[in-house]
């Protein structure tokens, strides 16, 4: 087995032997020593946005004449080969971590700069020649890179987000179109209410599911103000004028999309109501997804003894002693994909919260929990369309039978024979078996043609004007 070579590196603290071989230097090994958290790196979106707004820098301070070009022509190279996926293996912090990030940072300003020595000629760890804090991190504070990053990160993971969730409104409208055509009866409480078309149902779901969307993209427009520039708390300490006037410009130029530097730069660092409102838009669009899943569960409940209305495509055994038993599988993972989502909100709420002062130091842990929520969001509903959705088929003759055999009806001859006499008459349906229709015709109560209008399924699954007797 070959023998490790190392380098020694030293800090503020004492000296540590670096693998020779490592990017990564003496500030991320100690992260990387007392944060054995979660098991996993930063995320590959927070990387590519580190690295893209560590080469926004480079070129900020080299336009203000701060940085010499060559030095910054190596850290853009640099930054640019993490961009293209290149050293993320080098990032070697836990997501979650002490110090609101610093590890983070300083991961990527390692990496950046020992990436940079050796474009420039040199070997890892001669920081004489591109330093991590003089150099990469020139103008800047972790207090306003690593919330910018994760700012960035969002708006990468919301993209993938938006077009599954506007494949799965497309396919709730086409189930919609194709079930428009069959009655069945509508619940209220799990009881029989009135009649409804079931493409009125997965008409339902498709409007709470843009509902929810447009309720993210308006929670999304906050994400894209920057702190950059602020420095530690806001003061834009160690920043000059061209930098702090130009840098949040670079940064579109650079990500090729618009934001703004924050109006307040004291706020956007200490407050991040901007992630709660987020994740509070995810949340919902969490609940609607599971209580659309319970829905499908229950219509398609049975398939003997339930209300059968649907069927969910089979898609495995549901059972290892029961043979023939299906499963709502995938309905079921999306209910549990939400309840993560809403464990998720907690645990930013209180993160939120618990900031102090000038800086909330507990952005690690909510960053990791909007990555989740969003990617688990995402991969529950590409399931959720493509195992399930857009092979639902309906059982009409069954939604008929239902229909028929309830009292919902009455509901619709209120306005003619009032609610006392409407009960009455449901109740001795339900007791004698005989038809809503034959008892209204025996007692008198409405004649025939304005009967078989008013009961008409048809008529009473849309809003209309009842006529008067």
Not at 44 to 72: D, F, P, Q, W
């Given at each position: 087995m070959d023998k490790i070579a190392f380098r020694e590196e030293g800090d503020s603290i004492g000296n540590l032997n670096v693998p020779l071989s490592a990017y990564y230097g003496i500030q991320t090994l100690r992260a990387k020593q007392n944060f054995n958290i979660t098991g996993k790196s930063i995320h590959?979106?927070?990387?590519?946005?580190?690295?893209?707004?560590?080469?926004?820098?480079?070129?900020?301070?080299?336009?203000?004449?701060?940085?010499?070009?060559?030095?910054?022509?190596?850290?853009?190279?640099?930054c640019d080969e993490i961009i293209a996926g290149k050293l993320h293996d080098e990032f070697i912090v836990d997501a979650i971590q002490g110090g609101a990030g610093t590890s983070a940072n300083m991961n990527a300003n390692e990496v950046i700069a020992n990436r940079a020595i050796e474009i420039l000629g040199g070997k890892k760890g001669e920081y004489k020649i591109v330093h991590p804090n003089d150099h990469v991190n020139m103008s800047q504070s972790t207090n306003d890179i690593y919330p910018s990053a994760g700012k960035l990160a969002l708006i990468s993971l919301l993209k993938p987000l938006y077009n599954q969730l506007d494949r799965l409104y497309n396919s709730l409208m086409n189930k919609a179109k194709e079930f428009d055509g069959i009655l069945k009866m509508g619940r209220t409480q799990l009881q029989d209410a009135v009649p409804m078309r079931l493409g009125q149902s997965f008409h339902a779901f498709a409007t709470a599911v843009k509902r929810d969307t447009q309720n993210i993209m308006r929670a999304e427009e906050d994400i894209h103000y920057l702190n950059m520039g602020a420095s530690a708390i806001g003061s834009a300490i160690t920043v000059d004028g061209y930098y702090l006037d130009n840098i949040v410009e670079t940064i579109c130029s650079v990500c090729g999309d618009k934001f703004e530097q924050a109006e307040d730069l004291f706020d956007g660092t200490s407050n991040i109501e901007v992630y709660v409102k987020l994740s509070g838009a995810l949340k919902t669009l969490a609940v609607t997804l599971s209580k659309m899943c319970n829905d499908l569960r229950l219509m398609a409940s049975g398939p003997k003894t339930g209300l059968n209305e649907i069927n969910l495509p089979a898609k495995q055994n549901g059972s290892s002693i029961m043979p023939g038993k299906v499963n709502p599988v995938i309905p079921e993972v999306v209910s549990q994909v939400a309840y993560k989502v809403f464990g998720n909100d907690v645990t930013i709420n209180f993160s939120a919260e618990a900031g102090q002062l000038e800086l909330n130091a507990f952005e690690p842990v909510i960053f990791y929990s909007l990555f989740e929520s969003i990617e688990c969001l995402n991969n529950a509903i590409s399931t959720l369309i493509d195992n399930c959705i857009v092979d639902i088929t309906a059982n009409p003759n069954r939604c008929t039978d239902l229909l028929e055999h309830s009292v919902g009806m009455a509901t619709a001859l209120t306005p003619y024979i009032g609610y006392i006499e409407a009960a009455r008459l449901a109740k001795e349906s339900l007791k004698t078996g005989v038809p809503l229709r034959e008892l209204v015709l025996e007692r008198g109560l409405m004649n025939k043609e304005t009967l078989e209008e008013v009961m008409s399924p048809f008529e009473v699954t849309e809003p209309h004007h009842f006529k008067k007797k």
């Open positions: 590959s979106e927070l990387i590519v946005a580190l690295a893209k707004l560590k080469k926004s820098c480079a070129l900020t301070n080299h336009a203000s004449g701060r940085l010499s070009g060559k030095i910054a022509d190596a850290i853009v190279i640099a």
